[in-house]
């Protein structure tokens, strides 16, 4: 993904923890800090304080997801 180069290494572990957790438990991340619902196929959450990762289902019959967005809170196409 082209958005994740350049970002410190924390915030892609967390990044890689995320997409594990999406892969294991599906779109929907309560445990990640401040998780939203951004639309009824979108969605939210923040790597650390300054970076956010946005997510969409693309298909929920064959389950495809996709990280549409990584990068920091005040750039994110909410």
């Not at 959450?45 to 929920?60: F, G, P, Q, S």
């Not at 064959?62 to 005040?74: A, H, L, Q």
């Given at each position: 993904?082209?958005q ?8 892609l ?31 939210h ?16 019959e ?13 750039g994110?196409?909410?």
């Open positions: 993904m082209k994740t180069i350049g970002l410190p290494k924390n915030v572990e967390n990044l890689e923890e995320l997409v594990l957790d999406l892969v294991k438990l599906g779109p929907i991340q309560n445990e990640w800090h401040n998780f939203s619902k951004l639309t009824r196929e979108r969605f959450c923040h790597l650390n304080y300054r970076y956010v990762a946005i997510w969409e289902i693309l298909d929920k064959i389950r495809i997801m996709e990280v549409t967005y990584v990068g920091s809170r005040e994110a196409p909410y």
